[in-house]
């Protein structure tokens, strides 16, 4: 039953002052035609005019990277395809459901296969269309359009179609889009904010990891040591004669991102994958030894038995009076590891490295407790890096949760 106030139609329940209104009749579409590409187009280095690809259109902001240029001269003689302030940029192919207005006048030009939407005054606002394009109602009318299952492709005729459901209001649809830019700015922020916590461990690593820099209260000669000098490397492994009804928690790969475990699953030994062998302990260091310069490394913390991980990692089990496990673990994402498996890895069709690889990697290393000081710092700002993305995460959650109250009107700003 349709809640009083509201009505139902073919994009679903709106308010009953909403309308559903095709987007060619509050908008002009247009792209850049195939034979004034082949004829007429000419990229130039330094040109004055920056030709938007598919890559460079992100979610409601330009993505600077890899940008083509124009000349100006160029730009105005392909006029229709000219970007101007107020204008809606939109993939049609391969990022498709990505949009961004354009906010500066003789910046922008669009290339091959990106929409120009130029919004229709007084009957849309543009960011609000933006913000319509990148919603859930965006997403089930490239559904409806898709042209291909292999590369996303929706065609202009086909986005001239496009339902939208809309306030009767400028200033309605205004709010809404001041409202979630509000919510962007935030995520932009702390997307700023991550990327600089970011900078500053790296470069704490550099200077903490190598010596450059010396904590207060440490002193004493720093030496390069092989793995196999500071720890045991794949010091357990399940064998043949392990029972078949053994049950364990598996780690793979695919579970493993940079330092942190995804995911894992349960298992039992007689039907585990061939590769689930080896055994781990507390503060074990786990190194990816297949395409290990992805880096989807991890430090096991659970003070638990029966977790097993793939025969894709190198098991490093540090020696107390040595090493200190996190001390290790920096290290795999640090350059002085990275080199040397570079290194080993060069050249080769399939990267990969094994344990006796791992054994001989060489660290520069103080004394087990400059080594343990040092990981705290870093752990430290990997924690306070933590705690923004999840922030950021839930920050995006929260603009997801709002794009669905205010785009369908369940909440009403003006």
Same mark, same amino acid.
């Given at each position: 039953?349709?809640?009083?106030?509201?009505?139902?139609?073919?994009?679903?329940?709106?308010?009953?002052?909403?309308?559903?209104?095709?987007? =060619?009749?509050?908008?002009?579409?247009?792209?850049?035609?195939?034979?004034?590409?082949?004829?007429?187009?000419?990229?130039?280095?330094?040109?004055?005019?920056?030709?938007?690809?598919?890559?460079?259109?992100?979610?409601?902001?330009?993505?600077?990277?890899?940008?083509?240029?124009?000349?100006?001269?160029?730009?105005?003689?392909?006029?229709?395809?000219?970007?101007?302030?107020?204008?809606?940029?939109?993939?049609?192919?391969?990022?498709?459901?990505?949009?961004?207005?354009?906010?500066?006048?003789?910046?922008?030009?669009?290339?091959?296969?990106?929409?120009?939407?130029?919004? $229709?005054?007084?009957?849309?606002?543009?960011?609000? #269309?933006?913000?319509?394009?990148?919603?859930?109602?965006?997403?089930?009318?490239?559904?409806?359009?898709?042209?291909?299952?292999?590369?996303?492709?929706? #065609?202009?005729?086909? *986005?001239?179609?496009?339902?939208?459901? #809309?306030?009767?209001?400028?200033?309605?649809?205004?709010?809404?889009?001041?409202?979630?830019?509000?919510?962007?700015?935030?995520?932009?922020?702390?997307?700023?904010?991550?990327?600089?916590?970011?900078?500053?461990?790296?470069? &704490?690593?550099?200077? #903490?990891?190598?010596?450059?820099?010396?904590?207060?209260?440490?002193?004493?000669?720093?030496?390069?040591?092989?793995?196999?000098?500071?720890?045991?490397?794949?010091? =357990?492994?399940?064998?043949?004669?392990?029972?078949?009804?053994?049950?364990?928690?598996?780690?793979?790969?695919?579970?493993?991102? =940079?330092?942190?475990?995804?995911?894992?699953?349960?298992?039992?030994?007689?039907?585990?994958?061939?590769?689930?062998?080896?055994?781990?302990?507390?503060?074990?260091? *786990?190194?990816?030894?297949?395409?290990?310069?992805?880096?989807?490394?991890?430090?096991?913390?659970?003070?638990?038995?029966?977790?097993?991980?793939?025969?894709?990692? $190198?098991?490093?089990?540090?020696?107390?009076?040595? $090493?200190?496990?996190?001390?290790?673990?920096?290290?795999?994402?640090?350059?002085?590891?990275?080199?040397?498996?570079?290194?080993?890895?060069?050249?080769?069709?399939?990267?990969?490295?094994?344990?006796?690889?791992?054994?001989?990697?060489?660290?520069?290393?103080?004394?087990?407790?400059?080594?343990?000081?040092? &990981?705290?710092?870093? &752990?430290?700002?990997?924690?306070?890096?933590? $705690? *923004?993305?999840?922030?950021?995460?839930?920050?995006?959650?929260?603009?997801?949760?709002?794009?669905?109250?205010?785009?369908?009107?369940?909440?009403?700003?003006?």
């Amino acid at each position: 039953m349709v809640k009083v106030g509201f009505k139902q139609t073919e994009v679903g329940v709106i308010p009953e002052d909403w309308d559903v209104v095709p987007l =060619e009749n509050i908008s002009s579409i247009t792209r850049l035609a195939g034979a004034e590409y082949s004829s007429v187009w000419e990229e130039t280095p330094n040109g004055e005019i920056i030709a938007l690809r598919g890559f460079n259109i992100g979610k409601n902001r330009i993505i600077e990277r890899d940008f083509v240029r124009i000349s100006k001269e160029l730009s105005w003689k392909l006029k229709r395809s000219k970007l101007y302030v107020g204008d809606v940029v939109y993939p049609c192919v391969g990022t498709i459901g990505n949009a961004v207005v354009i906010t500066e006048n003789d910046k922008y030009h669009i290339q091959q296969n990106i929409a120009k939407i130029t919004p $229709a005054k007084n009957k849309i606002y543009p960011e609000y #269309l933006a913000y319509y394009l990148m919603s859930f109602y965006g997403e089930a009318e490239i559904e409806r359009f898709n042209a291909t299952s292999s590369q996303p492709n929706v #065609l202009v005729g086909s *986005l001239r179609q496009y339902r939208v459901p #809309l306030p009767p209001k400028i200033e309605e649809q205004r709010a809404i889009a001041e409202t979630l830019s509000d919510v962007d700015a935030l995520i932009a922020a702390l997307d700023k904010l991550i990327a600089k916590k970011r900078a500053i461990k790296t470069a &704490a690593m550099q200077e #903490l990891l190598t010596g450059q820099k010396r904590l207060p209260g440490f002193g004493g000669e720093w030496k390069r040591k092989r793995i196999t000098e500071l720890a045991e490397v794949d010091p =357990e492994n399940l064998t043949a004669n392990t029972k078949p009804d053994y049950e364990f928690k598996y780690i793979s790969l695919d579970d493993v991102d =940079e330092g942190f475990l995804n995911s894992y699953s349960e298992k039992v030994f007689n039907s585990a994958p061939s590769r689930a062998r080896r055994v781990l302990r507390k503060g074990d260091v *786990l190194l990816s030894t297949v395409r290990p310069n992805l880096q989807s490394h991890f430090l096991f913390d659970k003070d638990e038995e029966d977790w097993i991980c793939s025969t894709g990692f $190198a098991v490093i089990r540090c020696l107390k009076q040595e $090493a200190y496990p996190a001390f290790v673990y920096f290290h795999l994402f640090g350059g002085t590891i990275s080199k040397q498996i570079e290194a080993l890895i060069s050249g080769s069709n399939y990267p990969a490295i094994n344990s006796s690889d791992v054994r001989d990697l060489m660290i520069p290393a103080p004394e087990v407790d400059e080594q343990k000081a040092i &990981a705290v710092i870093l &752990a430290d700002m990997e924690a306070e890096i933590t $705690a *923004l993305e999840t922030r950021r995460a839930k920050t995006q959650a929260l603009k997801q949760g709002m794009m669905q109250e205010l785009l369908t009107g369940r909440t009403r700003l003006v």
